[in-house]
């Protein structure tokens, strides 16, 4: 049986703040909790986590804490300006995630390769990331699944980079 059925729980030790919606339907995100603390997820939720004030070292520790929650189908890193590309490296152990909002972090085309590694993520937050340029949608092509691109305010990548990037089924917000 899937365990994203039964109660779950987890814990960590940073301020979080989680929230829940059910399984496979498109509802908008509940609050469930902040913490550090001890987190309830009622059978049938998936979990979003969004964490603030974080680094690259900090985020290393806060993926320990998550990697291997089945439940875990969507993080909200924006506005974390201290996430780089070494930080993005630690995110390949959260084989769940369908959704990553790295808005307004400092990451850099190289970076994004370190995404690849996300089996089943289908929407991808870039926004004001600004120091990507044309050479990430190499990394971006290297995503089967992914379904949603948002690129707003980042000026370095073009209208005819998106064109070669070739792909119809992929919604770009710019």
Same mark, same amino acid.
């Given at each position: 049986?899937?365990?994203?059925l039964?109660p !779950?729980?987890?814990?960590?030790a940073?301020?979080?703040?989680?929230?829940?919606?059910p399984?496979?339907e498109?509802q908008?995100?509940?609050a469930?909790?902040?913490?550090p603390?001890?987190?309830h997820?009622p059978?049938g939720?998936?979990v979003?986590?969004?964490?603030?004030?974080?680094d690259?070292h900090?985020l290393r520790?806060l993926v320990?804490e998550?990697?291997?929650?089945?439940?875990?189908t969507?993080?909200?890193?924006?506005?974390?300006r201290?996430?780089?590309? !070494?930080?993005?490296?630690y995110?390949?152990?959260?084989?769940?995630l369908?959704s990553?909002?790295l808005?307004? %972090?400092?990451i850099?085309?190289?970076?994004?390769?370190h995404?690849c590694a996300?089996?089943?993520l289908?929407?991808l937050?870039?926004a =004001? %990331?600004?120091?990507?340029?044309?050479? %990430?949608?190499?990394h971006?092509?290297?995503?089967?699944?992914?379904? =949603?691109?948002?690129l707003l305010g %980042?000026?370095?990548?073009t209208?005819?980079?998106l064109?070669?990037?070739?792909?119809?089924?992929?919604t770009?917000?710019?």
């Amino acid at each position: 049986m899937n365990t994203i059925l039964q109660p !779950a729980r987890f814990s960590s030790a940073f301020e979080i703040e989680v929230y829940i919606r059910p399984v496979d339907e498109q509802q908008d995100w509940q609050a469930l909790d902040h913490g550090p603390g001890i987190f309830h997820i009622p059978p049938g939720h998936e979990v979003m986590v969004r964490v603030r004030r974080m680094d690259d070292h900090l985020l290393r520790e806060l993926v320990s804490e998550l990697a291997g929650l089945p439940f875990l189908t969507a993080l909200n890193l924006s506005e974390n300006r201290n996430i780089t590309d !070494a930080g993005l490296a630690y995110l390949h152990s959260l084989t769940h995630l369908t959704s990553l909002n790295l808005s307004s %972090c400092r990451i850099t085309d190289s970076g994004l390769a370190h995404l690849c590694a996300l089996p089943h993520l289908e929407s991808l937050n870039l926004a =004001y %990331c600004n120091r990507l340029t044309d050479a %990430c949608l190499k990394h971006i092509r290297a995503m089967p699944r992914l379904r =949603y691109l948002d690129l707003l305010g %980042c000026l370095s990548i073009t209208h005819a980079g998106l064109s070669r990037l070739g792909r119809r089924n992929l919604t770009i917000h710019r």
